[in-house]
């Protein structure tokens, strides 16, 4: 996800122009665990990524740009294991990439939502759990859409909640659905438009577009529960001050996650494509 424009000193307070945004707001990179709580997201969803990635082709002789690098999970994969050329990880805090050896990994940092950034023309551009939280994500999305070379593809990802309303809610469904109002408040996320993902890349002028939606099981020892179990300890405080919860519930919640009864859906992860035509100038209409 995308990291911070910068580190603040522990206890430092937030500055009117870090309010707001993800990385800042909450989730911050000097957040204890925070590189942990990223690493389950990608051990949940790096698999349904790479097997996309796979499918459409990505391998030798392409350059790759990773909006949103996270820990570099699968910036390195794309040159170890995929076998890319180049990588270059853009994050608004990159420290998790360069933690680990990078060899054909580049790093960069950056704001995506600088219009005035320009880091070139790639094979591949993806980002994967950024634009859900950027309310200007429409116009990120069509930047994103040109900086993909005539030819290459455009991945991007965001979440997706599929749990079933119509049954009697639990303690799980009731913090879920708190968690995505406090999101919304805080940073501005919004997840009610990426069904219409498929529309979008289309409307950008992409060809070849398709889309999937994975949901991986909400089971004891699966590294997504971990992530929500991380997740929502880590808004300990905006939670329990939700007046959609009652006193006790995260807590109710957290010990559902634990146990092997639960039954429930977790939120999923849709992915949508598109290929940019080879002769065509530009997608989005910049440059």
């Given at each position: 996800?995308?990291?911070?424009?910068?580190?603040?000193?522990?206890?430092?307070?937030?500055?009117?122009?870090?309010?707001?945004?993800?990385?800042?707001?909450?989730?911050?990179?000097d957040?204890?665990?925070?590189?942990?709580?990223?690493?389950?997201?990608?051990?949940?969803?790096?698999?349904?990524?790479?097997?996309?990635?796979?499918?459409?082709?990505?391998?030798?002789?392409?350059?790759?740009?990773?909006?949103?690098?996270?820990?570099?999970?699968?910036?390195?994969?794309?040159?170890?294991?995929?076998?890319?050329?180049?990588?270059?990880?853009?994050?608004?805090?990159?420290?998790?990439?360069?933690?680990?050896?990078?060899?054909?990994?580049?790093?960069?940092?950056?704001?995506?939502?600088?219009?005035?950034?320009?880091?070139?023309?790639?094979?591949?551009?993806?980002?994967?759990?950024?634009?859900?939280?950027?309310?200007?994500?429409?116009?990120?999305?069509?930047?994103?859409?040109?900086?993909?070379?005539?030819?290459?593809?455009?991945?991007?990802?965001?979440?997706i909640d599929?749990?079933?309303?119509?049954?009697?809610p639990?303690?799980?469904?009731?913090?879920?659905?708190?968690?995505?109002?406090?999101?919304?408040?805080?940073i501005?996320?919004?997840?009610?438009?990426?069904?219409?993902?498929?529309h979008?890349?289309?409307?950008?002028?992409?060809q070849?577009?398709g889309?999937e939606?994975?949901?991986?099981?909400?089971?004891?020892d699966?590294?997504?529960?971990?992530?929500?179990?991380?997740?929502?300890?880590g808004?300990?405080?905006?939670?329990?001050?939700?007046?959609?919860?009652?006193?006790?519930?995260?807590?109710r919640?957290?010990?559902?996650?634990?146990?092997?009864?639960?039954?429930?859906?977790s939120?999923?992860?849709?992915?949508?494509?598109?290929r940019?035509?080879?002769?065509?100038?530009?997608?989005?209409?910049?440059?």
């Amino acid at each position: 996800m995308d990291g911070a424009d910068g580190p603040r000193g522990a206890g430092e307070p937030e500055s009117a122009a870090d309010s707001g945004r993800y990385g800042t707001g909450l989730f911050t990179p000097d957040d204890k665990g925070e590189g942990e709580r990223i690493d389950y997201g990608a051990f949940a969803y790096d698999a349904v990524t790479r097997s996309r990635l796979t499918a459409l082709g990505v391998g030798p002789g392409w350059r790759c740009l990773e909006v949103g690098a996270g820990t570099g999970t699968i910036s390195r994969w794309l040159v170890d294991e995929a076998g890319v050329d180049e990588v270059l990880a853009l994050d608004r805090d990159p420290r998790f990439v360069r933690a680990r050896p990078e060899g054909r990994v580049r790093t960069m940092t950056a704001d995506v939502t600088d219009p005035t950034l320009a880091p070139g023309r790639f094979d591949l551009v993806h980002c994967r759990f950024v634009l859900m939280h950027l309310p200007e994500h429409a116009d990120v999305l069509r930047r994103l859409a040109d900086w993909v070379a005539p030819g290459g593809r455009l991945v991007v990802g965001d979440a997706i909640d599929l749990t079933t309303a119509q049954l009697p809610p639990s303690a799980y469904q009731r913090v879920m659905a708190a968690m995505w109002e406090v999101l919304r408040e805080r940073i501005g996320t919004d997840i009610t438009w990426v069904t219409g993902y498929p529309h979008l890349l289309h409307e950008l002028g992409l060809q070849e577009v398709g889309a999937e939606i994975v949901v991986p099981p909400l089971t004891v020892d699966a590294p997504i529960t971990a992530f929500w179990a991380n997740t929502w300890r880590g808004m300990r405080d905006a939670l329990e001050a939700s007046p959609l919860l009652p006193p006790g519930e995260l807590d109710r919640a957290l010990a559902e996650l634990a146990s092997p009864s639960l039954a429930a859906l977790s939120p999923g992860l849709i992915t949508a494509w598109g290929r940019r035509a080879a002769t065509s100038p530009s997608v989005a209409g910049g440059e």
